[in-house]
């Protein structure tokens, strides 16, 4: 299902939190609360796999969505040991999976794995959520030429028609898990950046059409600007998607915004 409503998107990276399945369906269960009181505003949560089933609900909650942290390049079910199939998360009722994020890149996800867990989890007509971001900037630009190529060899050689139904997580990687966010002007102009990519890739219509996202360091506090400023069309948030008040708060504040 592509993200192509007008509504700010915001998902939260639950990483590997909470320790127990008590926590997560208590903290799921605040979410739904303050996710069915929002206008403009879609809410997605990726825990953990084994959590996903118990923050899900049998009835549809308004705005409310459920999301996955990896899915497996394998794209049918068989001897592979340890792996999560895209149709097993699509059975349980996902519709979001983040591809690529920085610290699964760490561990070993080369492009060529990234772009294949793309297609597989648009094989099963769920959401991607591509992270990309640079290591480090530099005075020169070239972290732009860096960028570029990462979302070049992400994308792989998906078509067009598979490509729309992508949404880009701008992470820069030093903006992760530390103390400030990036500046939301900066936001503003990586993010154009990124939409004239897939222009350049794709035609001119999807880099008006596709959904950038930011993330790194959000919190309550930044995201208002982020989104404002940074004009993005939502957040990625790790830390700050367990911490209660500040999720939803951080929920009330971007739907205020509009
Ligand atoms: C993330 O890991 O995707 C992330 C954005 O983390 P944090 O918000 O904690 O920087």
Known sequence: MPHTSHKKLIVGNWKMNPATSAEAKKLARKFKRAAVTLEHTEVVICPPLPFITICSSRKKVSHFHMGAQVASTQEESGPHTGEVGAHMLRDIGVEYVIVGHSEQRKRGDTDLLVAARLKAVLGQGMTPILCVGEATRDESGAYLEALKNQIKASCGDLLKSSAKSIIVAYEPIW???AAEAMKAEDVYETSLFIKKVFADLYGADMGLKVTVLYGGS????????????????GLLVGRESVNVPGFVELLKAVDLVG
């Open 218 to 233: 959000v919190t309550f506090r930044n995201a208002p600007d982020i989104i404002a400023i940074g004009k993005v069309d």
């Open 175 to 177: 903006a992760i898990g």
